[in-house]
């Protein structure tokens, strides 16, 4: 079975990727895989202390994170098809720099394609 990653930050140019990927993923039979990095910002600590974060606030971020995974995953099958395969799309976040939790998704799900919006504004209004 093939699979197709798709990377967002929610933004619109993420949804744009993520239907790409979806149209993608319908035509070639494939499944979709969304995934969220959540990178948490690093907190000043004081006099050589180590700083982590309050575990109700890393699932406040988990949580909402996988929230919009939910929604986004809900567009997209309401998206038209015209053909009888609907891809399963999956949800998956984790804490972490993006290249470490997209490397653990990738061995993990062998994915096929990695997809991601572009933010650079040089006319490409499509993913790359």
């Known amino acids: 079975m093939k699979t197709i990653l798709v990377l967002t ?3 619109t140019r993420a949804r744009y990727a993520a ?3 979806m149209n993608l993923a319908v035509r070639s039979k494939a499944n979709l895989i969304l ?3 959540i990178e948490e910002p690093a907190p000043i600590p004081e006099k050589d202390e180590e700083f982590k974060w309050p575990v109700p606030r ?3 971020l988990k ?4 929230f919009g995974l939910m929604a986004l995953a809900k567009s997209l099958k309401n998206l038209p098809t015209y053909t009888a395969f609907t891809p399963s799309i999956e949800c998956i976040n984790d804490f972490g720099l993006l290249a470490d939790v997209v490397q653990k998704v990738v061995t993990e799900k062998s994915v096929d394609l990695v997809v991601i919006g572009s933010h650079k504004s040089n006319g490409r209004n499509h993913p790359c």
């Open 9 to 11: 930050d929610f933004s």
């Open 63 to 66: 949580n909402e994170s996988l």
């Open 19 to 21: 239907e790409f990927a």
């Open 58 to 60: 890393r699932l406040v």
């Open 35 to 37: 995934c969220h990095s």
